[in-house]
C-alpha cells in the first residue's frame, strides 16, 4: 500500500510567522511531489510542485524535498489569515496517479 | 482562460440509481483524471485518461467507469449507487501524461446519495 503520511494538524501559527508543514511517503520510487490548498467546501489548488532533491522557493512559499529520507515539506513564510486552509501533500506514484495526504488544517490567527 | 469545468456542482440521488458527471479540461490539455474526496479525508484516485485510452484505474468496484472524447472532455458514470458514494468528485487535467505535468483541479461535483 503506497501511503502518504500528514500530521492532521491543526497547526495554529500567529500572523507573520513561519508555517512548516510535513508530510512522508513510502513509495521510493515517486518522482514527483505536489501540494494543494483547499479551503473548506472548495477544490484542492495547486500551489506547489518539486521533482528533485532540494528547495524550490515560488513567493512566500517554499517546498523542500528529501528523497533518501522519503520526506516532503512546505514553508510558508509572513503567514496570513488567508493562509487558513488544508494543505495536501500529495506524490505521484506513476501516470499521475496521485497519492494524498489526509491534509493538514492551517490556522493563521491575526 | 477557462479552468477545468464539472458539470453538475450538486446532485442528490436515491440508492440504486445511476449518476453521470461530466468535465471539461483546461483547453489544450489531453488528460483528464478522476477522484473521489469523502469528508475528512484526500482525494482517491478512480481513473486516468490520455489521448482517449485509459491509463489508470483505482481502487474502485467495476460500478465506477468513465471515458474520453475526441475533444478531450470525460464523463464518470457511477451505477448502483450506495451511500457511501456520497462525496465530491473531482475532475483533474494537465497537458501531458507525465510525471512533471501538474494537474488542476475543477470545482467538483458533490454528489449525495440518500
Known amino acids: 500500500q503506497k501511503e502518504v503520511e500528514q500530521n492532521s494538524g491543526p497547526l495554529s501559527v500567529p500572523e507573520g510567522a513561519i508555517a512548516s508543514l510535513n508530510c512522508t511517503y513510502s513509495d521510493r520510487g515517486s518522482q514527483s511531489f505536489f501540494w494543494y490548498r483547499q479551503y473548506s467546501g472548495k477544490s484542492p489548488e495547486l500551489i506547489m510542485s518539486i521533482y528533485s532533491n532540494g528547495d524550490k522557493e515560488d513567493g512566500r512559499f517554499t517546498a523542500q524535498l528529501n528523497k533518501a529520507s522519503q520526506y516532503v515539506s512546505l514553508l510558508i513564510r509572513d503567514s496570513q489569515p488567508s493562509d487558513s486552509a488544508t494543505y495536501l501533500c500529495?506524490?505521484?506514484?506513476?501516470?499521475?496517479?496521485?497519492?494524498f495526504g489526509t491534509g493538514t488544517r492551517l490556522l493563521v490567527s491575526p | 482562460d477557462a479552468g477545468v469545468t464539472q458539470s453538475p456542482t450538486h446532485l442528490i440521488k436515491t440508492r440504486g440509481q445511476q449518476v453521470t458527471l461530466r468535465c471539461s479540461p483546461i483547453s489544450g490539455h489531453k488528460s483528464v483524471s478522476w477522484y473521489q474526496q469523502v469528508l475528512g479525508q484526500g482525494p482517491q484516485f478512480i481513473f486516468q485518461?490520455?489521448?482517449?485510452?485509459?491509463?489508470g484505474r483505482g481502487n474502485f468496484p467495476d460500478r465506477f467507469s468513465a471515458r474520453q472524447f475526441p475533444n478531450y472532455s470525460s464523463e464518470l458514470n457511477v451505477n448502483a449507487l450506495l451511500l457511501g458514494d456520497s462525496a465530491l468528485y473531482l475532475c483533474?487535467?494537465?497537458?501531458?501524461?507525465?510525471?512533471?505535468?501538474?494537474?488542476?483541479f475543477g470545482n467538483g461535483t458533490r454528489l449525495t446519495v440518500t
Open positions: 485518461y490520455y489521448e482517449k485510452e485509459e491509463r
Open positions: 500529495a506524490v505521484d506514484t506513476g501516470f499521475q496517479k496521485l497519492v
Open positions: 483533474a487535467s494537465s497537458s501531458e501524461s507525465s510525471y512533471n505535468s501538474p494537474l488542476h
